[in-house]
């Protein structure tokens, strides 16, 4: 049996008409959704709502609960609910963001990955479940499960998974981390949506970690959000000729804290540090599936800092042999360069 007050909170917010906005005026005015209810011209309906949720089989946090998370109340477009699956205390943790390019190189995802299983010792890492750097920072966030490190804003509804590719990364978070969104089940991802999640990243985390963004991108835009409310952004510094680098080299030379491993992260954040030596940032991989375009797959990965051929075929599960024979093509068609260190990088 789903609580009454839920069903007010959820029925008013998915209102036709009604955002966060709107929602938080009719309760100053009101009092209660229950009342506000009442004033709706077009209510969602209840039986409807009750099946939803319960179909869900999703936690709920109302904005009036004492866990919810302080920082989104920072925001005129604070959520009033917030649907979860995993533990919810995860909230009450120290956060560092971890955001980038969905067309990422091979380099950009490794040191995601890295960065975010150093980190994940001490903060909880937040990202938002695309492609790319996401996965890569959440990737790296859940090699040490029992640490409940992970946790993913999605731009969908709590049971949908996006993209598929990411179910693996869903699963065990939902299982050793916090899956959270602010958008009602059976929702399927909009631009809207994205722009929210977004917003909840930067309001959740105290840092946020730009890896690989382009001038006119999402993450650039997560970055400016995180900024206005007064999230430390730091970004990990790119190749100046590489497109995907352009924006986040553009944040430090506005002003951005230029950071290249997890001891600079520890430092900014003035976080305990002193018996922690500096490192260099290690390479990680991941295999993955062959996709059917591997040509187009290699040349996403790659950007014009070499990397081993070793590390690509480990990452989409290639044999050395039939990468090499991949590799020798794109160079023929100038797409590539392959250095004597058996090492390759964009032409």
């Known amino acids: 049996m789903i609580d009454d007050v839920v069903l007010d909170w959820f029925c008013l917010i998915n209102s036709r008409g009604i955002g966060p906005k709107t929602f938080w005026a009719m309760m100053r005015s009101y009092q209660s ?16 709502a009750e099946k939803l949720l319960k179909a869900a089989n999703c936690g709920i946090i109302l904005a009036n609960e004492s866990d919810f998370p302080a920082s989104l109340k920072r925001s005129c477009y604070c959520p009033p609910i917030l649907y979860y699956r995993g533990n919810r205390s995860i909230l ?19 040191i995601a990955k890295n960065m975010a299983s ?26 040490d499960p029992h640490r409940e490190a992970a946790l993913a804003v999605l731009p969908t509804g709590i049971n949908r998974i996006y993209p598929k590719e990411n179910a693996d990364i869903y699963n065990k978070i939902g299982q050793y981390g916090l899956l959270l969104t602010t958008v009602p089940p059976d929702s399927g991802p909009d631009v809207g949506m994205f722009q929210a999640r977004n917003r909840i990243i930067s309001l959740l985390a105290e840092g946020m970690i730009i890896i690989e963004a ?11 959000t995180a900024l206005d409310f007064g999230c430390e952004v730091m970004v990990v510094p790119g190749s100046p000729i590489d497109p995907r680098s352009f924006g986040s080299n553009l ?49 996403s990965l790659l950007s014009e800092k070499a990397v081993s051929l070793d590390e ?12 090499l024979c991949v590799i020798s093509e794109l160079e023929i068609m100038g797409k590539v360069v392959k250095h004597a260190t058996n090492e390759v990088s964009l032409a």
Do not use: W
């Open 251 to 299: 944040l430090i030379k506005n002003g951005a804290t230029l950071v290249q491993n997890y001891v600079d992260v520890l430092e900014v954040l003035q976080f305990e540090n002193r018996n922690i030596e500096k490192e260099e940032m290690v390479m990680d991989t991941m295999p993955e599936e062959i996709e059917p375009n591997i040509n187009s797959k290699i040349l």
């Open 214 to 224: 382009a001038a006119k991108s999402g993450t650039l835009a997560t970055a400016r």
């Open 312 to 323: 690509i075929a480990c990452h989409i599960n290639i044999p050395v042999p039939k990468l």
């Open 118 to 143: 150093k980190l994940s010792d001490k903060f909880v890492i937040v990202s938002g479940m695309a492609r790319g750097i996401d996965a890569g920072a959440h990737r790296g966030s859940l090699e």
């Open 33 to 48: 959704a229950k009342e506000s209810l009442k004033y709706v011209v077009e209510p969602f309906p209840r039986t409807k």
């Open 92 to 110: 009450q943790k120290r956060k560092i963001a971890i955001v980038g390019a969905r067309n990422a190189s091979l380099s950009g995802i490794s």
